[in-house]
C-alpha cells in the first residue's frame, strides 16, 4: 500500500468523526509532521504518514522529538489498521 492511500485513509476517518487533517507544512523548517489532526474538544496532534514498514529520516526523529518535548503529541503512522487507535488516543485526555 502506498503512503498516499493511508494519508488519504486518514483523512477521511478523520473528517467522519467531526475532525480536520490539513496537510502541515512549514516553510523553512523540514522534517515535520505529514498532518496536523484537529478533534472535537480541542483535541490536537501531528502525524507523520509513512509507507508500511518505512522509518523516518534521522530529521524527521528530531522534530518529532522537539515538538514532543514541548508536549505535543506526534505519533507515525504506516498502516490503516493504526488510524482508528491514534486517532482513539487523540480523543484520550
Known amino acids: 500500500m502506498l503512503e498516499k492511500h493511508i494519508e488519504q485513509k486518514m483523512v477521511q476517518v ?24 484537529l478533534l472535537p474538544g ?25 515538538l514532543e518535548a514541548l508536549g505535543f503529541r506526534v505519533y507515525v503512522i504506516d498502516r490503516p489498521e493504526q488510524i482508528g487507535g491514534v486517532l482513539d488516543e487523540i480523543c484520550s485526555p
Open 14 to 37: 478523520v473528517h467522519q468523526i467531526g475532525g480536520l487533517a490539513p496537510k502541515f507544512i512549514s516553510t523553512g523548517w523540514a522534517g515535520v509532521p505529514d498532518r496536523l489532526v
Open 42 to 66: 480541542g483535541r490536537l496532534a501531528f502525524v507523520e504518514v509513512k509507507a508500511p514498514g518505512k522509518a523516518l529520516r534521522p530529521l524527521q526523529v528530531k522534530r518529532k522529538g522537539q
